[in-house]
């Protein structure tokens, strides 16, 4: 089954402690992205990568960072969490720029 | 820069009403416009799309029309049934400003059938 996943879907931690959230796809998508929903905004890009090694900012990248290393898993790292980050993180992949983005289920992220 | 309008919700409506959730747009060049819906505890799924002007997309009894000139899609359905209770996100992509590495949304409209 195609799809894209995300670990953890839940997450309570506390400022300052690093985190990563785990995103993966098994559709060999070149293209994946990081966006963060939060009331009233909808949802705003992150950081995107284009392939492997090849990564960019989004809307919103500060205090985030990303890597690609292998096609399939794009993580996304909080280095110093603080509770405006505190959202509904979504990771998405797509087989190209214009295809139709495929969503992971989400991950609800809260900082204290 | 690109950016997507959406009516406030909650929209709610009864089994079987027909719906309209409107959604404009404010982009340069030639978007491609997209309707993604999301149901509870779940992500975003692709309902459907339209490429150029005039394009009608239509999914699952969906239908919106990309109107250059009204800078529009709105989304619409015959009869709505209770399990289309979900967010509707309009987005697009493609713009002058935004290029296609970014979908630009909407803030979503929350619809809410009842039996």
């Known amino acids: 089954e195609a799809q894209v996943t995300q670990n953890p879907r839940y997450l309570i931690t506390v400022t300052g402690k690093k985190l990563t959230v785990t995103c993966s796809q098994n559709m060999n998508h070149e293209y994946m992205s990081w966006y963060r929903q939060d009331p009233g905004l909808g949802l705003r890009q992150i950081y995107y990568?284009?392939?492997?090694?090849?990564?960019d900012k989004g809307d919103v990248p500060e205090g985030y960072k990303v890597s690609r290393k292998e096609k399939r898993n794009f993580p996304l790292i909080l280095e110093s969490p603080s509770p405006n980050q505190t959202s509904l993180y979504f990771c998405?992949?797509?087989?190209?720029?214009?295809?139709?983005?495929?969503f992971g289920p989400g991950t609800r992220l809260t900082v204290t | 820069g690109d950016s997507v309008t959406q009516m406030e919700g909650p929209v709610t409506l009864s089994e079987e009403a027909f719906l309209t959730i409107n959604c404009t747009y404010t982009?340069?060049?030639?978007?491609?416009l997209f309707w993604y819906v999301q149901y509870p505890g779940e992500g975003l799924q692709l309902l459907l799309k339209?490429?150029?002007?005039?394009d009608k997309g239509s999914n699952k009894g969906f239908e919106a029309t990309y109107r250059k000139e009204t800078t529009s899609f709105h989304l619409e359905k015959g009869s709505v049934q209770v399990s289309d209770s979900a967010v509707y996100f309009c987005?697009?992509?493609?713009?002058?400003?935004?290029?296609?590495?970014?979908?630009?949304f909407g803030t979503g409209t929350r619809l809410l059938v009842s039996p």
């Open positions: 339209a490429t150029k002007a005039d």
């Open positions: 982009a340069t060049g030639y978007p491609s």
């Open positions: 990568s284009m392939n492997v090694e090849v990564t």
């Open positions: 987005a697009l992509s493609g713009g002058k400003n935004t290029g296609f590495q970014k979908l630009v």
């Open positions: 998405a992949s797509s087989s190209g720029l214009a295809g139709p983005r495929y």
